[in-house]
């Protein structure tokens, strides 16, 4: 299965690490969506959109590169690190409509500074882990089945 996943991970890199973690092991490509805003998807058989959760939603990089350049008919899959909840609900609005078959989704903790946490030291200190790295490799290699 050729893949790409179109990520963005402003805060601490949380969600860098798992999708760096999937390609290194599983050669899939990588799209910084806060760099490249459109991309020529039609040649790839899965699209995985990742991201941190910021106030409940997808970046908005990786929400307007889904919105923009996400063809009909494909696979797709979701990964997200987060403080406290994962949340799809922002990309499911996005691709919705374009008759994609959602194959999975993949959250895990990640390192949270924002705001009040910052006082405390942030929350989920050493998140992602590896454990939670190799949960997210075992995670694509079941869609790729
Ligand atoms: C501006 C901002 C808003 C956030 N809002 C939420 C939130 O609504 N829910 C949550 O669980 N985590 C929230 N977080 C925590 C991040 O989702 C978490 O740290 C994530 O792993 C960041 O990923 P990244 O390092 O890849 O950017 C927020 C973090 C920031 C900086």
């Given at each position: ?14 969600t860098k ?62 990964i997200c ?65």
């Open positions: 299965m050729k893949s790409v996943i179109i990520y963005a991970s402003t805060h601490h890199g949380n690490k798992v999708v760096e973690a999937i390609s290194k092991e599983c050669g899939v490509d990588l799209v910084d969506a806060t760099k490249v805003p459109e991309k020529d998807l039609s040649g790839y058989d899965a699209i995985g959109f990742a991201s941190g959760i910021y106030a409940s939603k997808f970046h908005q990089s990786v929400l307007n590169f889904a919105s923009v350049n996400l063809p009909e008919d494909k696979k797709i899959f979701y690190t987060y403080g406290a909840k994962g949340s799809y609900k922002s990309i499911e609005k996005v691709t919705a409509g374009r008759n994609a078959t959602l194959l999975g989704t993949f959250g895990c903790k990640g390192y949270n500074t924002f705001g009040p946490f910052k006082l405390i030291g942030g929350t989920g200190k050493g998140c992602p882990t590896e454990k939670d790295l190799q949960a997210a490799v075992d995670f694509y290699k079941e869609l790729d089945k």
